[in-house]
Structure formats: structure tokens, C-alpha cells
């Protein structure tokens, strides 16, 4: 690549062809070398139908971030890419394009829909991937893999039929959450509780065999008490306690239920008796199976009410609340209506509202997983960061129940059972394996019908770490990069993902499938809220970010605003700031090349002089360098990116950028050949390592600059990483500090009295000890300062102190007097800080005597102490207009 750099860079030009460059050279990809331990992320794979968002941003970041210092670091590093079928989620998006097309999933028939399904895949399936390079997401793509891939499918089906050989996975009627868009059962992480408002009804059940006298519950779903089969009552609730062991009849159906007791009852609740519903609330459920109650399903897989329902047969859910309340009403039942806010669960895809209904599934005992799995945590073979989030995990993991894993959809993973027409059940790798056993229990060959579910799409997203890796075969890339080592992703899928790969790969493969899981937090709006759909605003779209500042920024803002396990707040603003940094490191860059003259290939190779041959900012600029390093080693080591990509940013634009170079001028304008080309070899070093450190953040610029400045080997993204344990030099940071503070002094003062840019002023430095050395830096003082080097004294100390001059003490004791006639027009300057000092008297006198008035007692305590605080500000000020004022005389 040619060394003249563009006056401006161009992230449009650049960020895509270095991208190509990089995949062409096949550095994405890891060699397998049996004698160094490899360094291995798995993507979280994104939904197959998905586009870029801002938690897929979150999540290439991070890892790339990882990838890229792994990998600089000489380790074989494997980022792993692929995508999920994402069941749900597909099969809603072409059913939808079916109706488009006037068609239906169901006028296709399994087969061919299945099809369509695999059709829609091949077209758009790689739009995520395409749009996670853009984010510059260096992994292997030779490996990436889909979890319906057929080598996917074939562990998806060997680890059911191990675990269902070993106990872990069984059939039967549960209590699951169904949701009626999409007529399937989902998992209790799957359905999202929002609050709403509602209705609390009253409604009395009379007492059989004693006119009227009745028990009054109180529901929010009056279409399940259709099939209510009991009335619960706490034992020692006074009010009911003869009803104890007597029935009700269910109003509208005249069914005889019974009146029990149950301690779970909270009498606080309503009237304190509750309707019993096992067939249709999980609360329920338990009091059904505790006092073994009948269970009826009074629901349809659509939502509307089944032949259960007497008279409200057909009608849907809510059409048949309407009618049973209007019923309730006209037969005097209904005691009364209260508001009631209550918690709904919807369905995280559909957001239609569940309905916990009794459907034989599939189910998985996660106990026997969840034991070990906490083990692993709690005995810290697993690392969560941050930490706070183990005791969520523990929490969960102790509570869990049984994980049901069938699904009622046609896209995904088959269940791999088959039936008999007697209804043997036979769990097979295969059709034909399915055969065999049947033939073995039959004698013959039979017609068996395959499950018609599919598995729930986490069952093989759990599988992830290793089927990707060719398991259930004993392949090389599973031996060597198997288990992983960092497992990134999202807090919000801590419990959906992260749990459920921790429990896979501790019962498959007898080993935790990672050391440590870093979790990010959730991008969100300036206000705070959620990004959605229905609330779309600037910003929102990554894709809109990259092409408006490109990939780097949007990167550097995330690294630097994110830290582990905390939301986030786009921020365009700062977002424009990673992108001037970008530009800020570019230009700086440029200063460098332009500085070095013919012979490049001289700075290539860093050489440090001694230190006698090095300017003061020369040796500052070094330890400061070092320190960073030191630093950021830490910081990363501890995951603390947002921390170490601010300290970078601070070394670059405030250190290098603003100080060393503005320092180096001076070196570089004058006659010492000798210093100037010790200089430009300390420009070279310390930029070209601190590109190094800031390459995971943000590739594409930091590449684009290394390859114009002279340097070994051909791409930074495959450059050693510089390791920490740096010497420093406390003695020359602390001499250069004390230049910097005369220099922000003198500016200051330059700045209060409105001195022109360009003026050089005198100026007399009383350095004390430091006096030599202030000597030794008089041109750059001079430089940085706009001095008048002429005018320019350096001195010990002073017997008296000068007059008419601006005075600065400095923390070190060093004295600052800046001659005042040499700023400014002397007898003007006095007469206007003499104006502006009668005017704040005059405030102050004002503001005092309304505080001394009823004010103080009238007004709003907080009316008051505003006034106070404006008039504390005044009394500073005049104390700082007085000092000006004497300084002068």
C-alpha cells in the first residue's frame, strides 16, 4: 500500500476492501497447533431471519474484541460463525409471504411448505451475515455452520436419543404455556409478562342443597371457570370454615365441585376463596394434582372454547368471557366489577396473550443437569462477569423446572420418535434405526409415523459449542477447540441460552463447554426505553450508524459506554466522537509520515536510543506509553474494556496528540539531526503500539494507518500484541508534567485576559529546583505557551515579587508572573474589572437584602436557596475581580 496518506480518511472506501483483504488472506481462519491451547468464541447465531440490530452490534463488538487481542496474542483463535433456523420466528415470516401469495402453509401440506421454508433460507438467510461484516466481525468462515445443516441435524437427534435412553427426556400431559397465534406450547422463558389493566369479577357459586347461600371468588378470567373443578378456601379462614367439605354448583353449567381447604390460599386476595382451574393456571395445576382434582381442558389449540364449554362452545376466549359476565349478570351471580391491574404473559414472538392450558409433550428433567451445572459455577470452573449475575443464575438453576422441548410447528428439528399403529413408541437416530427396533419387537416390518414436532430451537442452539464442531463425531476440530473459552452474549439470554449449553455440555460431553461467560448489556434508547418496532427513532439501525460514521465508531462508542452487564443509551453524539477520534489519530498520522523524509524503512525496526539522547518529551511520551500498556493488559484481563478503551483514547488524543506532538515541533524545527531522527522514531513507536492496542476496538482505521506507516509484517490485525509488565520512567512523567502545568497556567491566564493566538508574552518562571530543567525545555515552553522566548525568565527564585503581573502558583511551588503591560492595555484592563466589580456589589447588596426581607419566609425553601447559592457565587466573583484588581496596582 502507497505511504502518501489521503488528506482525509475515508471509512466508505476502506472499511469493505480491507475486509476483503483480510478474509482473502485467510487470517480469519486458525491454524490447529497441538502445542499451544487454542482460543475459541462461538457466534450467538443470529435468527436466520434476522437483519442487524443493535444487539447483534453488542455482541460482534465484544467478541471481536476478544478475537482480535487472542489473536494478536499468537493463539490459534477461533470465532465460530452460524445462524439458527429460529423455528417460531421462520415459519411465522413465509407464512406470512404465502398469504401475500394467496396460499397457506396448510394448502401446502407439510412437505412442500417445508420446502418453501429451505427456498426462503437459500434467498434471504444470508442477509445477517453479509451485514455482521459490515461490522467487521472477523471470524472463520470457513466453519460457519446453520443448525439445520444435516452434520447439526445428526447430533440434534443423537442427543435426544441418548438422553431419552438415559431417563432425561419422557413424554406426557403437563400444564404448558400454548399460544393460540401460533398453536404451539412454549417455554416459561419464552413468554414476556407485561402489566395490564383488567377487571377483578365477583362471582357467587351457590351451596348445593342451601337456597340461597353461596361462596363469592373473585377471577380475572371468568371464561376457565368453565372448568373449574373446585372452590379453595384457607383451613383457618373463619368465614368459610363450615363450607369446608361441602360443593358448589359451577354457575351457567350446574356442575357439582367441591369446596376444599389448602394453606396456599391467601385470604388477603379477594373474598379468600378461590376458583380452582388445574386444566388452565400453573397455580392451579399443583392444587389439582395435591388433592387429586379432575382436569378440564376447556380450550381449543385456536383459543376458542372446546365441547367442554356447555353453551359457549366455538366462541373464542374473550367472546365467550363477554357472554358467561352478561350471563353471570342476568342470572344474579355477578356481585360486583373492580379494576384490577394484573400481569398477562404473551408470547416473546407473537406477543399474542398464552394460555396455560394440559397438552402432552416432550419434556426434559433439567434437575440432573441443573446439579452439576450450578457445581460448575459455584466451584469457579465457570466465570460469569460480571459477578452479580452468578446469584441470578443460582436462583434460576435452583428453581428450575422441567424443560419442555416440543414444539406444534413443520420447520425445524424433527422429534425423533416414531408410532406404531398399537402406539409403540420407538426413539430412533433414524427412520430406518426406528425400523429395526420395531421389527426386532414385532417380528416384522410395520408402518411407523414420525412425531409430527419439531424440537424447541434452543434444544440445538444448546448444542452449539460442540455439534459445530462435528460431534457427535470424533473429530480433530472438536478435540483441539473443544471447550471453548469465552462465551459472549446478552444478559437478557443468559437463562434462554447460557444455562441450557452449560447443562448440554456437562451431560454430553462430560466436560463445561467454556471457562467464562461475559454478558453484555441491552442497547436503548436516549431516554431509556426499549428500541422496537412500533418505536422506531434515529440511530435505531446500525447499518444507518455505519453508513453514516462507519463501523469503527459505532464500535468505539459501544466499547467505551458498555460496561459488563450494563445497558446502554445511543448516543449520536458520541458516537460523532469516536469517529473524530478516528480522524483525530488519522491526521496525527499523517503529521508522522509527512515528518519522516525519504528513508522510511530506518523507523521500521524501533531501536531506543539511550536516554542522555532523548528529548524530555521523548522520555515522557515512552513511559507514558508504557504505562498504558501495563494498563490495558490489566484492564482487559479483568474484561474491563470500557476502561481501557477510555484510557487509550485519553494517551492518543490528549498525551500523544495534543502534548508529544506539539512537543516533537520543536525538536523537528531546529538544527540537531541527531534529535530529530530520534524523535521521529519515538512519533513511529508509540503510535504504531498504540494502534496495536487500539486495533480490537476499531480495526478498520487503525489497519488502513499502520499499513502507511513503516513497519514489520504485512497486516496489524496478525501483529504482536504488546504485552504488559513495561518499565516506566516516574522521574521524567513527573519532570514533563510540571512543563505541562506551567503551559495550561500561562494558557489559562491567556484565555482570562483575551490575549490574541498569536501574541508572544513575557514571562518569569521562579522553578526553584526544578529550575535546570525548566532551562532545558525554554524552547518548548516557549512553543506551547506563545512566549516571548526573548522575554522568556527562568530563575531560582525571586527576592520580590513583580509588578503589575498576573501570578500562578503551581502546585509544585513553581511561580508563574505573566508582566500584564505585555497583555494588555494596563489603565483600560483596570477601569473595566473596576466596572465589573461595582456591578457585582450591587448584585450582591440586592440579593442580600432580599434574603434579609420576608422573602426568606414566604418563599419556596428551594426559591430561597437558589438565591443564597447566586449570591455566594457573586461574593466569589468579587473576590476574584478584587484580586485582578490588586494584582495591578
Known amino acids: 500500500m502507497p505511504n502518501e496518506m489521503p488528506k482525509a480518511y475515508d471509512p466508505r472506501e476502506t472499511e469493505q476492501r480491507l475486509y476483503d483483504w483480510w478474509e482473502s488472506k485467510g487470517y480469519f481462519t486458525p491454524n490447529i497447533d497441538p502445542n499451544k491451547k487454542p482460543f475459541v468464541i462461538v457466534i450467538p447465531p443470529p435468527n436466520v431471519t434476522g437483519e442487524l440490530h443493535h444487539g447483534h452490534a453488542m455482541f460482534v463488538t465484544f467478541e471481536d474484541l476478544l478475537v482480535r487481542w487472542h489473536r494478536m496474542m499468537g493463539e490459534p483463535t477461533l470465532w465460530l460463525p452460524g445462524t439458527d433456523h429460529a423455528g417460531i420466528a421462520t415459519q411465522n415470516v413465509v407464512e406470512k409471504a404465502l398469504l401475500k401469495q394467496g396460499t397457506s402453509r396448510k394448502e401446502l401440506g407439510r412437505e412442500e411448505f417445508v420446502e418453501r421454508v429451505w427456498d426462503w433460507k437459500a434467498e434471504y438467510g444470508s442477509i445477517i451475515t453479509r451485514q455482521i461484516r459490515r461490522m467487521g466481525a472477523s471470524v472463520d468462515w470457513t466453519r460457519e455452520r446453520f443448525t439445520m445443516d444435516e452434520q447439526l441435524s445428526r447430533a440434534v437427534r443423537e442427543a435426544f436419543v441418548r438422553m431419552y435412553e438415559k431417563g432425561l427426556i419422557y413424554r406426557g400431559p403437563r400444564l404448558v404455556n400454548w399460544c393460540p397465534k401460533d398453536e404451539s406450547a412454549i417455554s416459561d422463558l419464552e413468554v414476556e409478562h407485561e402489566e395490564r389493566q383488567g377487571n377483578l369479577w365477583y362471582v357467587k357459586y351457590p351451596i348445593e342443597n342451601s337456597p340461597n347461600e353461596f361462596i363469592t371468588v373473585a377471577t380475572t378470567r371468568p371464561e376457565t371457570m368453565l ?130 392450558l394440559i397438552s402432552t409433550q416432550w419434556f426434559v428433567k433439567t434437575k440432573p443437569l441443573a446439579e452439576p451445572s450450578i457445581e460448575a459455577v459455584r466451584s469457579g470452573k465457570i466465570k460469569i462477569v460480571p459477578q452479580r449475575f452468578e446469584k441470578i443464575y443460582y436462583q434460576w438453576m435452583e428453581n428450575i423446572r422441567d424443560w419442555c422441548i416440543s414444539r ?89 441460552w447460557v444455562a441450557r449449553m452449560v447443562m448440554l455440555g456437562i451431560e454430553l460431553m462430560d466436560e463445561i463447554p467454556f471457562d467464562t461467560v461475559y454478558l453484555h448489556g441491552i442497547m436503548r434508547h436516549t431516554d431509556g426505553t426499549k428500541m422496537s418496532k412500533s418505536d422506531f427513532r434515529a440511530g435505531d439501525n446500525p447499518l444507518d450508524v455505519i453508513a453514516d460514521y462507519s463501523a469503527d465508531a459505532l464500535r468505539f462508542f459501544i466499547v467505551t459506554s458498555a460496561s459488563p452487564g450494563n445497558d446502554v443509551r445511543i448516543n449520536l453524539e458520541k458516537i460523532a466522537d469516536a469517529r473524530n477520534f478516528g480522524n483525530k489519530i488519522w491526521n496525527a498520522a499523517r503529521f508522522v509520515i509527512s515528518n519522516l523524509g525519504d528513508n522510511l524503512e530506518q523507523y521500521a525496526t524501533w531501536h531506543k536510543p539511550d536516554a542522555h539522547e532523548l528529548s524530555l518529551a521523548d522520555r515522557w511520551i515512552l513511559s507514558r506509553e508504557h504505562n498504558l500498556i501495563n494498563k490495558v493488559n490489566d484492564l482487559f484481563r479483568e474484561y474491563r474494556f470500557n476502561e481501557a478503551a477510555q484510557d487509550i483514547y485519553h494517551f492518543l488524543w490528549d498525551e500523544y496528540c495534543d502534548w508529544y506532538i506539539e512537543a516533537s515541533k520543536v525538536i523537528l524545527n531546529g538544527g540537531d539531526e541527531r534529535a530529530k531522527h530520534n524523535t521521529r522514531a519515538v512519533l513511529v513507536h508509540v503510535l504504531e503500539h498504540a494502534l496495536r492496542l487500539l486495533h480490537p476496538m476499531m480495526p478498520f482505521v487503525t489497519e488502513e494507518i499502520w499499513q502507511h506507516l513503516p513497519h514489520k509484517g504485512e497486516a496489524l490485525i496478525v501483529a504482536k500484541w504488546i504485552e504488559g509488565d513495561k518499565q516506566t520512567d516516574a522521574e521524567s512523567e513527573a519532570a514533563f508534567a510540571r512543563i505541562m502545568d506551567a503551559v495550561r497556567a500561562i494558557r489559562n491566564a491567556r484565555s482570562e485576559f483575551n490575549v490574541e493566538p498569536a501574541k508572544r508574552i513575557a514571562a518569569i518562571i521562579a522553578a526553584h529546583e526544578h529550575a535546570a530543567t525548566f532551562e532545558t525545555q525554554r524552547a518548548v515552553l516557549a512553543a506551547l505557551a506563545r512566549l516571548d522566548a526573548a522575554q522568556l525568565q527562568i530563575v531560582s527564585q525571586l527576592d520580590t515579587k513583580p509588578e503589575n503581573a498576573y501570578a500562578a502558583i503551581l502546585d509544585s511551588g513553581i511561580q508563574i508572573y505573566l508582566p500584564l503591560a505585555g497583555m494588555l492595555d494596563l489603565e483600560k484592563e483596570k477601569k473595566r474589572i473596576a466596572a465589573e466589580l461595582d456591578k457585582a456589589r450591587a448584585d450582591a447588596e440586592r440579593t442580600q437584602a432580599k434574603l434579609d426581607s420576608d422573602f426568606s419566609t414566604k418563599a419556596p425553601e428551594a426559591v430561597v436557596n437558589k438565591e443564597r447559592e447566586r449570591l455566594n457565587a457573586t461574593r466569589e466573583r468579587i473576590a476574584k475581580l478584587q484580586e485582578q484588581l490588586n494584582g495591578m496596582n
Open 227 to 356: 372448568g373449574d373443578t373446585a372452590v379453595a378456601v384457607h383451613p383457618d379462614d373463619e368465614r368459610y370454615k363450615q363450607l369446608i367439605g361441602k360443593n358448589a354448583l359451577l354457575p351457567e353449567l350446574n356442575r357439582r365441585i367441591p369446596i376444599i381447604a389448602d394453606e396456599s390460599i391467601d385470604r388477603a386476595f379477594g373474598t379468600g376463596a378461590v376458583k380452582v382451574t388445574p386444566a388452565h393456571d400453573p397455580n392451579d395445576y399443583e392444587l389439582g394434582m395435591k388433592h387429586n382434582l379432575p382436569f378440564i381442558n376447556v380450550m381449543n389449540t385456536d383459543a376458542t372454547i372446546n365441547e367442554n364449554g356447555g353453551p359457549y362452545a366455538g366462541l373464542d376466549r374473550y367472546d365467550a368471557r363477554k357472554k358467561i359476565v352478561a350471563d353471570l349478570e342476568r342470572d344474579g351471580l355477578l356481585a360486583k366489577v373492580e379494576n384490577h391491574t394484573l400481569s398477562v404473559g404473551t408470547c416473546q414472538r407473537c406477543h399474542t396473550v398464552i394460555e396455560p
Open 408 to 496: 406444534q410447528l413443520w420447520w425445524g428439528h424433527r422429534i425423533p420418535v416414531w408410532y406404531a399403529s398399537d402406539g409403540s413408541m420407538f426413539c430412533a437416530r433414524d427412520a430406518a434405526d426406528a425400523q429395526q427396533q420395531a421389527r426386532e419387537k414385532f417380528g416384522a416390518d410395520v408402518k411407523l409415523v414420525q412425531d409430527p414436532d419439531v424440537l424447541d430451537t434452543w434444544f440445538s442452539s444448546g448444542l452449539w459449542p460442540f455439534s459445530t464442531l462435528g460431534w457427535p463425531d470424533d473429530t480433530e476440530d472438536l478435540r483441539y477447540f473443544y471447550p471453548g473459552s469465552v462465551l459472549e452474549t446478552g444478559y437478557d439470554i443468559l437463562f434462554f
